[in-house]
């Protein structure tokens, strides 16, 4: 009798396995389960959505000018730092300017002498014109003295350049801001050895700035100036500032295959400083009053409509999913452009969605299913 119940039981085992075998089987070929599925829906709208590429970029100065000494010495002054204001005109720095005073010094002493040897040549010149007029010298005895007149004139004009451009190397000893701006860089400190081939500092004018970055090759066909731009800092929670593409370089770099854009922006505020990061977003296409679905409502699929893939997506109609393929355009952030497949007003399924078959019973959750029903009389 034992037995006899232990085969019962065995064998009843046995159908409640083939039982769930079955039903495993009838989901795996696509019918739809007795227990509706709880599910959330979004309704679908219309809105503009835009097409936007981003790139990390550097924030670099309109005009940045490095400063050189043009005299090899030792700088003995050095009255500048790092993200001081200037004026054009203002010191820099001086160097070292003995050689220099000395140079000077002798450059007039030469021209001082050339200049009363022209004088007494002039003195000469002149008594021997009286002379000639009188018979009492030759007309080859004042042509020598008056040839002589000639050269030391011309030794003085010689003479006078020489002492300019000795006052001029002297005042270059003075190293002055060539333009007005802010200081970026210094790079040598007082007591180190200048040279025309060592910039001293550099100097940017902030009030305007440029954002630059490196583009892919394959993204030049969606660019061109005048696009909107959005910029932001990063690390930075202000809100993104808007700009325009500014330029965009007509040739390509052959290593990297990119091309230099630029966005030239306001910075009275001095906020943006050279150097920095920045985060680009440049609006390379816009539509106005598409279909508009979240992104996680769409599923990629391996069919395609001519070259371009097709996504699933779940509606839900009468109270059952509905499965549809869609083809999309636009994406922006985490939302998507429909082209076909979809319309507004419906109500598509973006949780749920993956493990539901076509027809299978669902009901939303709970806030949507209140928000769905007609309300009643109050």
Do not use: W
């Amino acid at each position: 009798m034992r037995r006899t119940s232990t085969v019962i039981r065995f064998f009843g085992f046995l159908t409640l396995i083939a039982a769930a075998s079955c039903g495993l089987v009838a989901k795996e070929k696509g019918q739809p389960a007795d227990n509706p599925r709880t599910v959330e829906v979004v309704t679908l709208g219309t809105d503009s959505l835009a097409e936007r590429i981003a790139y990390t970029g550097e924030v670099v100065g309109r005009t940045e000018i490095r400063v050189f000494s043009p005299i090899p010495e030792r700088i003995v002054a050095l009255p500048i730092r790092e993200g001081q204001r200037v004026a054009k005109g203002e010191v820099l720095a001086v160097v070292r300017a003995q050689s220099l005073d000395e140079g000077v010094r002798a450059a007039a002493g030469g021209l001082d002498a050339a200049r009363a040897q022209r004088d007494s040549m002039l003195d000469q010149a002149e008594r021997l014109r009286r002379l000639k007029a009188t018979g009492a010298i030759t007309d080859s005895q004042l042509l020598t003295v008056e040839n002589q007149l000639t050269s030391s004139q011309a030794q003085v004009r010689q003479l006078e350049a020489t002492v300019g451009q000795a006052q001029q190397r002297r005042g270059d000893a003075i190293v002055r801001a060539p333009i007005e701006g802010v200081l970026g860089q210094v790079f040598l400190k007082e007591g180190d050895f200048a040279a025309p081939q060592l910039p001293i500092c550099t100097i940017v004018e902030m009030d305007v700035v440029r954002l630059e970055a490196r583009v892919p090759e394959t993204d030049l066909p969606k660019l061109a100036e005048g696009q909107s731009v959005t910029y932001q800092l990063f690390g930075s929670s202000d809100e993104p500032r808007t700009a325009q593409v500014t330029q965009l370089s007509p040739v390509l770099d052959r290593m990297s295959r990119t091309a230099k854009l630029e966005v030239e922006v306001q910075n009275a505020d001095h906020a943006l400083r050279p150097g920095m990061l920045i985060r680009l977003s440049v609006e390379v296409a816009r539509r106005e009053g598409v279909v508009v679905a979240p992104s996680d409502g769409l599923t990629v699929t391996t069919e395609h409509k001519g070259d371009e893939p097709l996504y699933r997506a779940v509606v839900v109609k009468d109270g059952k999913a509905q499965e549809r393929m869609v083809r999309v355009g636009l994406r922006e952030g985490t939302r998507t452009e429909v082209l076909e497949g979809l319309a507004a007003g419906e109500q598509l399924i973006v949780r749920g969605q993956h493990v539901l078959v076509n027809g299978e019973s669902v009901i939303l959750t709970p806030n949507e299913a209140k928000a769905a029903a007609p309300s009643g009389k109050e």
